[in-house]
C-alpha cells in the first residue's frame, strides 16, 4: 500500500468538494475554485469530511498513480484554502524589478528590460526592488511562472548574479588566478 496514497484528504470547513462520474473533481473554496481530471483506474470517494483514494490493483502504474492522485487532491485543497507562492531574489548590480499593472519589468542586464504579463489566476507582488513573489491558488502554474522568471537570468556561479529561489543555495566557484 502506497504510504502517502492511504492516508485520507481532510476536507476543511469552508471547502466544498464536488466529484462527478469520469473523476472529475472540483474543489470550491475560501480562494477561488479549481477543477482537474484525475486518472480513471483510481477509484476516489468523498465521505465524511475527508477524500479517500484506492486503487484497483497492485500493478505498478496502479502504485504510482495511487500516490499521485492523492496528493494532487491534497494540493487542490491546499490551495483554494491557504494558496501557494514562491519568493525569488534578484542580486548583481543594476538588476532590479518592477510592477506596472500585469506587467513585471525586469532590468537584467541585456540591452533592453525583460516584460512578463501575469498569467491568469497568477498574481506576483514586488518587494522592494529584488524580491518578487509569485502567488497563486494554483501549486503547478505558480512553480512554472516562478521558474519562467528565474530562466530570464538564472543565477551563475562565479559572482552569484541572477535571478534565484529564496531558499536556493548557489555553489560558488573560484575564479582564476593570476601569477
Known amino acids: 500500500m502506497s504510504r502517502i496514497g492511504k492516508l485520507p484528504v481532510a476536507i476543511p470547513t469552508g471547502v466544498e468538494i464536488k466529484l462527478l462520474n469520469d473523476n472529475e473533481l472540483t474543489v470550491k473554496g475560501p480562494k477561488g475554485t479549481l477543477a482537474r481530471t484525475l486518472p480513471k483506474e483510481m477509484d476516489v470517494k468523498v465521505e465524511d469530511n475527508q477524500v479517500v483514494v484506492s486503487r484497483p490493483s497492485d500493478l505498478k502504474k496502479m502504485k504510482s498513480l495511487h500516490g499521485l492522485t492523492?496528493?494532487?487532491?491534497?494540493?487542490?485543497?491546499?490551495?483554494?484554502?491557504?494558496g501557494y507562492e514562491k519568493k525569488l531574489q534578484i542580486n548583481g548590480v543594476g538588476y532590479r524589478a518592477q510592477k506596472k499593472g500585469k506587467t513585471l519589468v525586469l532590468s537584467l542586464g541585456y540591452s533592453h528590460p525583460v516584460e512578463m504579463q501575469d498569467p491568469e489566476g497568477i498574481e506576483t507582488v514586488v518587494e522592494g526592488t529584488n524580491v518578487i513573489i509569485v502567488k497563486g491558488i494554483?501549486?503547478?502554474?505558480?512553480?512554472?511562472?516562478?521558474?519562467?522568471?528565474?530562466?530570464?537570468?538564472?543565477?551563475?556561479?562565479?559572482?552569484?548574479?541572477?535571478?534565484?529561489?529564496?531558499?536556493?543555495f548557489i555553489r560558488r566557484k573560484e575564479g582564476k588566478t593570476g601569477k
Do not use: H, S
Not at 144 to 157: G, L
Open 138 to 168: 494554483n501549486k503547478e502554474k505558480v512553480g512554472q511562472f516562478a521558474a519562467e522568471i528565474r530562466f530570464k537570468r538564472p543565477p551563475e556561479p562565479y559572482k552569484g548574479k541572477g535571478i534565484k529561489y529564496e531558499d536556493e
Open 70 to 82: 492523492r496528493t494532487l487532491i491534497f494540493n487542490m485543497v491546499e490551495g483554494v484554502t491557504k
